[in-house]
């Protein structure tokens, strides 16, 4: 049987030299063998990166992970898949930071659950996919994850094969119930007042000063996730919609399961029909975490409210 050509290793690194050492010597590998190479990493990375490159910066695409990134649902349909599709008649390769130290206890299992999931939309594709851990920084269970959804690691010492690679098991580790929020509005919803829903999200998105254009994207995430809770969730569900810390948040449960673990997280072309809520959803919102089980489905779609 042949080796699947997707490879997808965890670079630990431990300060700036180690981690631009690492990161041009992929890529200017690739520049030399003619591959096309993108890189996808924290805006203060993404400077390190440029200016080691220097005149090479030019031949490669170059993507602020805290932008592109911001809800790692979003990763591998706009950031992943989108390059290597556009190249898809060779190999690819790109560095994706997925997870720095700034990421919150709340982003945190939706990015590990990414980095699981990308073996999965990869699985034979020529394509290698370096992710970057600052081992200094990271907490300690954050690397050991790391080992369970990178299938080869490396340091500055070398390489080898991680003994614990199981990405489903991050998967499923994930997939937990929410905590409560401590207060919130609530309806219940279906066919018959659809639109209320999305009138009670956007009238706490005014409120919290989100202009026309956002109150607009919101509207859709709420539109989507209601309208697959019509169509595969029983044909009702329920929408709670409150503000916590710095975001807006909206969850939307019904009844439904999702066994699709890419899900939402796939491009679609337009030119096929089809389902895209779950994409709309990951594409729009800042944060994406979703809790699925056999009788039930329950998605928090998050929005940064604007700068004051």
Not at 150 to 156: C, E, G, R, T
Not at 210 to 236: K, P, Q, T
Not at 242 to 271: F, N
């Amino acid at each position: 049987m042949l080796a699947d050509p997707f490879v997808h290793p965890a670079l630990f690194y431990r300060g700036d030299r180690e981690y631009v050492d690492a990161t041009t010597a992929f890529i200017r590998g690739g520049l030399a063998a003619g591959e096309p190479v993108a890189v996808a990493v924290p805006a203060a990375n993404l400077k390190l990166i440029e200016s080691a490159l220097g005149a090479d910066a030019a031949r490669v695409r170059l993507l602020n992970m805290e932008d592109a990134g911001r809800n790692p649902g979003r990763i591998i349909p706009a950031v992943l898949r989108a390059f290597a599709d556009r190249h898809a008649g060779g190999h690819v390769r790109i560095i994706g930071e997925p997870i720095w130290a700034g990421r919150s206890s709340t982003e945190y299992p939706a990015c590990a659950q990414h980095e699981a999931l990308i073996n999965l939309a990869f699985t034979g594709r020529h394509v290698t996919i370096l992710c970057p851990y600052d081992a200094e920084r990271l907490d300690p269970e954050v690397l050991r994850e790391a080992e369970l959804t990178h299938p080869v690691l490396q340091d500055a010492k070398g390489e080898w094969a991680s003994d614990a690679y199981d990405p489903h098991q991050v998967v499923r580790v994930h997939n937990l119930p929410f905590p409560e929020p401590s207060g919130f509005a609530v309806l219940r919803f279906d066919r018959g007042n659809f639109a209320s829903a999305r009138a009670l999200v956007a009238g706490l998105g005014a409120e919290l000063g989100f202009d026309d254009a956002r109150l607009d994207d919101i509207r859709l995430v709420v539109a989507e996730l209601c309208a697959n809770s019509l169509d595969y969730g029983g044909g009702a569900g329920d929408i709670r919609v409150w503000a916590e810390r710095d975001r807006l948040v909206c969850e939307v449960g019904d009844q439904g399961h999702i066994t699709d673990p890419l899900a939402g997280r796939e491009p679609v072309d337009p030119r096929v029909a089809g389902s895209r809520g779950l994409l709309i959803v990951n594409l729009l919102s800042d944060l994406v975490r979703i809790h699925t089980r056999a009788g039930g489905t329950t998605i928090r779609a998050y929005f940064d409210l604007p700068a004051r």
